[in-house]
């Protein structure tokens, strides 16, 4: 059973730029959430999706958003992208999101903005 | 703030050593607590969880205990393995919804 699947792995942007990354989740999982890891704040969660819906929302501004697809997948995009938000982002997922399941992650997107 | 913290940044242990790396957690209401390992480069890899109604669970040469009298999770890693060296963070999960909070983490450094 393949894991979490996120792409690209590595990428590099400018400031003002935008970017979008995606997020496959386990098979027949349905809940997807995002965070941010960096070295100075941790892991920091983002968001998470449910049936297409964004179920939760952590304490980021508005230039940060993202979407699940009628198949679970899942992008996340941030807009006028700023020097800190070079960071690993990190997409998990879990079957239904319900409180006691297990939730799984992807290797990341390494973002870097210059 | 509410957060979940650990109480020492580094472990460093002899390989074959159990090591016990701890965890102290603010928020009562949370269920759900879960160990992840992480090594560099690389994405957080579940270790196993426990939820609030239970004080220990093993696992393949991991158990985890929840002191919920005083907001405290350890893990405990039997004859620990070089392979073992990472990052580990505890994450708690509250009721409402199935946003995780993170501590800080431990490096655990295990030198053969």
């Known amino acids: 059973k393949a894991g979490v699947t996120q792409t690209p792995r590595y990428l590099i942007k400018t400031r003002g730029q935008q970017v979008t990354l995606s997020c496959s989740p386990i098979?027949?999982?349905?809940?997807v959430s995002w965070y941010q890891q960096t070295p100075g704040q941790g892991l920091q969660f983002l968001f998470e999706y449910f049936s297409e819906t964004q179920r939760n929302k952590g304490n980021f501004p508005g230039r940060f958003s993202g979407r699940q697809f009628s198949n679970s997948r899942s992008e996340m995009n941030v807009s006028t992208l700023e020097l800190g938000d070079s960071a690993l982002y990190l997409c998990?997922?879990?079957?239904?999101?319900?409180?006691?399941?297990?939730?799984?992650f992807g290797e990341g997107s390494w973002l870097t903005v210059v | 703030g509410e957060s979940v913290g650990l109480h020492l940044p580094t472990l460093s242990v002899q390989e074959g050593d159990n090591s016990i790396i701890n965890c102290a957690y603010s928020?009562?209401?949370?269920?759900?607590f879960i160990w992840y390992k992480q090594e560099s480069g690389k994405g957080p890899q579940f270790i196993i969880d426990i939820r609030s109604n239970m004080d220990k669970r093993q696992g393949q040469r991991v158990t985890v205990l929840l002191n919920k009298t005083v907001k405290h999770l350890s893990l405990q890693i039997a004859a620990t393995q070089p392979g073992d060296s990472a990052v580990y963070f505890c994450?708690?999960?509250?009721?409402?919804?199935?946003?995780?909070?993170f501590g800080k983490g431990t490096t655990l450094s295990v030198s053969s």
């Open positions: 098979s027949g999982h349905r809940s």
């Open positions: 928020n009562s209401a949370s269920d759900y």
């Open positions: 994450a708690e999960r509250k009721q409402a919804g199935t946003a995780l909070i």
């Open positions: 998990a997922s879990s079957s239904t999101g319900g409180s006691g399941n297990t939730i799984y």
